[in-house]
């Protein structure tokens, strides 16, 4: 790109392009007219929120489980159009699925306009049941932006059966993609009304073979694609790695992240927060009593800053719920063994 940016960018841009969409549409099932790629999945939530038309009074849901980037642009598109943020509150622990269903429809109303929901939450690990609760919302007229922020890889993703009125995600978690590899998705019925954040040439500059909204979203001005353009190499590869495919890796990281939790949590004697069902390839465990009740002495706690330093260990330690508790939380690839979280149930029992 760099020897020479017009060859790369402007001539050759598209065909080299179009491949990885469809490489990328067909790993998450989806049309592949209805797929663009983004920097990441906050980039996803905020062109979504940031298109919408609201009137004062109309409700925004989220959940207390969502991500703190994306519910910051929920409440600033909520005092932008005077509209009001929901959150459903979903416990955690957490017994069954059945809870996290109930929590939000609970929280809807008649002037519930789109539910955030999030198809694997960041800080406590979870898979939500996304088919459910897309499926429950649409019928009640509420439409669906799911973060899928850490899906892909981790669970099994077909948009063409979720159906939600938006899709987004990063490649560069499980996939192991560049950063800066996400997508967006839209259901073709909601597609005319989605703006990229950065209105640019294909506002005025239709392709022939591309959709509006592709060419709304393809080119945003100079950038580097390197990483969209990485994606499909990405799922290629790792899709090699074991016979099998991806579902032999999925199935190997979950099964290790189950046993990386029992591992910890019988080394701390603290008790599983959630069923083994809800996970897929991240856990969140709860600290023992000693280590609760610790005020925040810094931008990343004590501990996470110890582990690093003197075990070189890189695992983050979250805060969650009223009253709030302290967890910290372990993620499995293909990469990772059993004996690294022995290691880690042996480092935290020293600190």
């Known amino acids: 790109m760099e020897a020479e940016p017009v060859q790369f960018l402007w001539r050759r841009y598209e065909e080299r392009l179009e491949p990885a969409r469809r490489t990328v549409a067909r790993f998450v099932g989806a049309d592949p007219r209805g797929l663009v790629f983004i920097p990441n999945a906050t980039t996803g939530v905020n062109a979504v929120l940031r298109s919408l038309r609201l009137r004062p009074g109309d409700e925004l849901l989220t959940t207390n489980h969502d991500y703190n980037a994306c519910h910051n642009a929920v409440v600033e598109t909520a005092r932008r159009w005077r509209a009001v943020v929901k959150v459903a509150e979903v416990p955690f622990p957490i017994r069954a699925s059945d809870q996290v269903i109930e929590a939000v429809l609970k929280a809807v109303s008649r002037r519930t306009r789109l539910a955030l929901i999030d198809h694997g939450t960041s800080t406590t690990g979870l898979i939500f049941p996304v088919a459910t609760l897309v499926r429950e919302l649409e019928g009640r007229g509420v439409d669906c932006l799911v973060d899928g922020a850490h899906a892909p890889g981790m669970v099994p993703v077909n948009l063409t059966r979720l159906a939600p009125a938006y899709y987004t995600a990063n490649l560069h978690k499980w996939v192991c993609a560049p950063k800066g590899a996400a997508f967006l998705w839209v259901r073709p019925d909601r597609q005319k009304d989605i703006h990229p954040a950065v209105v640019s040439h294909g506002h005025n500059t239709p392709r022939p073979g591309y959709s509006s909204f592709q060419d709304r979203f ?39 992240t189950i046993q990386a939790r029992q591992v910890i949590c019988k080394a701390l004697q603290v008790p599983a927060p959630c069923p083994q069902q809800m996970l897929g390839s991240m856990a969140t465990i709860p600290l023992p009593e000693p280590y609760q009740n610790i005020p925040k002495s810094g931008r990343i706690d004590r501990e996470q800053l110890r582990l690093y330093d003197e075990f070189r260990i890189e695992v983050p330690f979250y805060r969650f719920g009223r009253p709030e508790r302290r ?10 063994s059993l004996a690294e979280y022995e290691y880690l149930a042996r480092a935290i029992s020293v600190l």
């Not at 090699?240 to 032999?248: A, F, T, V």
């Not at 967890?327 to 990772?336: E, F, K, Q």
């Open 327 to 336: 967890y910290l939380r372990i993620s499995a690839h293909i990469y990772n």
């Open 218 to 256: 393809d080119w945003a001005g100079t950038f580097d694609p390197t990483a969209w353009l990485c994606a499909a190499a990405a799922i290629d590869w790792m899709a090699r790695l074991l016979p099998g495919g991806w579902r032999r890796l999925r199935q190997k990281n979950h099964r290790l």
